[in-house]
Nanobody, 118 residues
Framework: VQLQASGGGLVQAGDSLTLSCLYS????????LGWFRQAPGKERETVAR????????YYQDSVKGRFTISRDNAKNTVYLQMNSLKPEDTAVYYC????????????WGKGTLVTVSS
């Protein structure tokens, strides 16, 4: 499985940004996908997850109501719509694939930097 995230950039607080992650998978397998982030000096944390069908999602409390994860399996793409961005959302964002919805990721993509200025 290969994943390639894109869409990061420099925005102001209150702005919106959408991250995309194109993934290639073995068609015989089904993976949950997730977005993770790592801020400077901090550990990597889970932002959001979505099941293979898209029916199940999970959000970190700090992003609930502001971020939306979605996926288009026909396009092999997972998205993270981020609204009302805050400076504390500044981080490198990674997409990853997991064999189980809540399991540790099996595959990671390279990150994309999101910087939110105040």
């Amino acid at each position: 499985v290969q994943l390639q995230a894109s869409g990061g950039g420099l925005v102001q607080a209150g702005d919106s940004l959408t991250l995309s992650c194109l993934y290639s998978v073995d068609t015989s397998s089904s993976y949950s996908l997730g977005w993770f982030r790592q801020a400077p000096g901090k550990e990597r944390e889970t932002v959001a997850r979505i099941s293979h069908s898209g029916a199940r999602t999970y959000y970190q409390d700090s992003v609930k109501g502001r971020f939306t994860i979605s996926r288009d399996n026909a396009k092999n793409t997972v998205y993270l719509q981020m609204n009302s961005l805050k400076p504390e959302d500044t981080a490198v964002y990674y997409c990853a694939a997991s064999s189980g919805f809540a399991s540790d990721p099996d595959y990671w993509g390279k990150g994309t930097l999101v910087t939110v200025s105040s």
